[in-house]
T-cell receptor, first 110, second 115 residues
Framework: DAKTTQPNSMESNEEEPVHLPCNHSTISGTDYIHWYRQLPSQGPEYVIHGLTSNVNNRMASLAIAEDRKSSTLILHRATLRDAAVYYCILRVQGAQKLVFGQGTRLTINP | DSGVTQTPKHLITATGQRVTLRCSPRSGDLSVYWYQQSLDQGLQFLIQYYNGEERAKGNILERFSAQQFPDLHSELNLSSLELGDSALYFC??????????????FGPGTRLTVL
């Protein structure tokens, strides 16, 4: 399974931007980068995905390095509701399952 | 609300017993996935069904089995339960047309406690 590396935990303040890094140095040219998050006592939920170009949606932005060996999930203005475990996942060609690592536990301070 | 429902929310049972967890996918989703989340192993993929057929298998024990019915709901059967089977079991669904980009929608999970 394709491997990603994320910091175990990060902390930020409410209404400030948050940059969550992910390293995926063994990514192949056809692997998509997906982010899911898991709020306390809930199932994981989709956040965003991309292949090569940076992506924006209503929840977040995804910045992908030019060599694709790393990416950053950006929450532009964190709220208390964004406190969750964030998972960076590589979707390889042909594989439908999600392979979750340990993720980054994000704490938001009021 | 993801649109995926799971029942029951909580299940407490004894070692050696058998339980059935139920999942109803989002309307229109043909694929159902089962994941197990435990403190020591994290979130792990167990099995996937697509339109009634088994599509992929992960780290699913032989004591566990699943099926997807014609109405697309799915059941995960866990038998000869052991203490180590205590975990959160999540079901997810997707349209699964383009696997690399499709979104999986997760249910709220079933918390299984084996005493």
């Amino acid at each position: 399974d394709a491997k990603t590396t994320q910091p175990n935990s990060m902390e930020s303040n409410e209404e400030e931007p948050v940059h969550l890094p992910c390293n995926h140095s063994t990514i192949s040219g056809t692997d998509y980068i997906h982010w899911y998050r898991q709020l306390p006592s809930q199932g994981p939920e989709y956040v965003i995905h991309g292949l090569t170009s940076n992506v924006n949606n209503r929840m977040a932005s995804l910045a992908i390095a030019e060599d694709r060996k790393s990416s950053t999930l950006i929450l532009h203005r964190a709220t208390l509701r964004d406190a969750a475990v964030y998972y960076c996942i590589l979707r390889v060609q042909g594989a439908q399952k999600l392979v979750f690592g340990q993720g980054t536990r994000l704490t938001i301070n009021p | 609300d993801s649109g995926v429902t799971q029942t029951p929310k909580h299940l407490i049972t004894a070692t050696g017993q058998r339980v059935t967890l139920r999942c109803s996918p989002r309307s229109g989703d043909l694929s159902v996935y089962w994941y197990q989340q435990s403190l020591d192993q994290g979130l792990q993929f167990l099995i996937q069904y697509y339109n009634g057929e088994e599509r992929a298998k992960g780290n699913i024990l032989e004591r566990f089995s699943a099926q997807q019915f014609p109405d697309l709901h799915s059941e995960l059967n866990l038998s000869s339960l052991e203490l180590g089977d205590s975990a959160l079991y999540f079901c997810a669904s997707s349209v699964a047309v383009y696997p690399q980009v499709d979104t999986q929608y997760f249910g709220p999970g079933t918390r299984l406690t084996v005493l």
